[in-house]
């Protein structure tokens, strides 16, 4: 071959090789090193949230290794504010309570009210609140009224008056009450 | 012999110089050498890089999914009810009703010639209607005046007033309350008002607190 053929092939050759290179880097390693941008960025967000798992689960942990020891203060504290309605348990409080200060007892009607929920900020994770309406029809002294208020505000399970009636029936110091009373449960 | 030297001289040093031409295969192992750089970048991605990042997500998902299941749902739904009851409890201790309140605040707040006969109460809206007898406007007008002073008292207004047949004048009171009137110290941070002038008169048996109570 002569040299000057062999110059032109060897140019010609030079210039397939530049093209191809610049060919590969447009068409795949550009895609590709978009994709590993792309993998790099979810491996940083995987491990910044395994950090963050890592530390919730130890607090949880703690938490719960803690809560394990706290059985009898979530018993009091269902006293309080039971996990259910317990229905049968707050009807027997409130009467107790009325006629322990006195009050005659003439009906009384129960009222399930919708779930209140929570206004916390983290409010999806933390049930509502189940409302128990009582109303009472009881009649008695001024006294009696007032121990029953008394009695009732102080109570271990929550009694929170809602509505207070009273009519002068036609004895002294004797009246007619409707008394209706809220009591609280956590919703399920 | 001095021409002949001259000649052999221009020979050697003046004639044109002869390029030595050849192929260029310095550029074409550059270019050779370029597009293998390339390639091996490619692959390496390709081959070596993006299967290594795939095989660390997969790893670091597997491990968050361990971290995730190390307690049981039994255990989370446990200490959610706990700590759902606790919260809320706060809530509730924070807005708990001391009803008796409403009854100490009229034994406080009432004139002794003074007799309610009937009372509503309605906690939500803060409304509490009074009804009762009274002997006269004047005392009538005076009770109004300590409610209206009271500090528990939002808003006071007088409804209607009838003169009995027996009883004197019959009347009929609505008083707004304070929000924070049901609170466990509203009583007690809360001034006795002292009327301006208390007329005397007997006390109503039939009342419904003053009967007990001086303001």
Redesign the interface.
Known sequence: MKYSNLRMFSIFLSAVFVIGALMIFAMFIKPAYKTIAEKRSEVASRESILGQTKAVTSQVKNILSEYQNLSELQNEISLSFPQDSSVASALYQVTSLASGSGLNIESVNVLESSIVPSKEDNASLIKGTGILNFLLRASGSYETLSLFLTKAENNVRIFDLDTLRIDKTGASNFFDFIIGVNTYYLSN | MAEQSKTLIEKEFLRPEALK?????R??V???F??GI??L??FG??IG??PY??K??KN??A??GK??Q??SQS??N????????????K???G??????N??KFLEENSLKNLA?????????RRELKLSGTVSSYEVLSQQLEIFRQSALVEKSSFKNSQQGEKTGINFEIVLILKSDF?KETSILSAPPIIPISTPVSSTS??A??P?STQP
């Open positions: 031409t050849g192929w260029p295969w550029l074409l550059f270019t050779i370029l597009f390339i390639l970048v490619f991605m390709k890089y993006e990042l795939d660390k997500i670091l998902d491990e968050i971290l995730s190390s307690f255990e989370v446990d200490f959610l009810k706990f700590y759902s009851q606790l919260s809320n409890l809530t509730l201790l807005n708990h009703i001391f009803s008796s409403i009854l309610y006969t009937g009372l509503n109460l309605d906690i939500g049901f048996s039939e419904i607190s009967t």
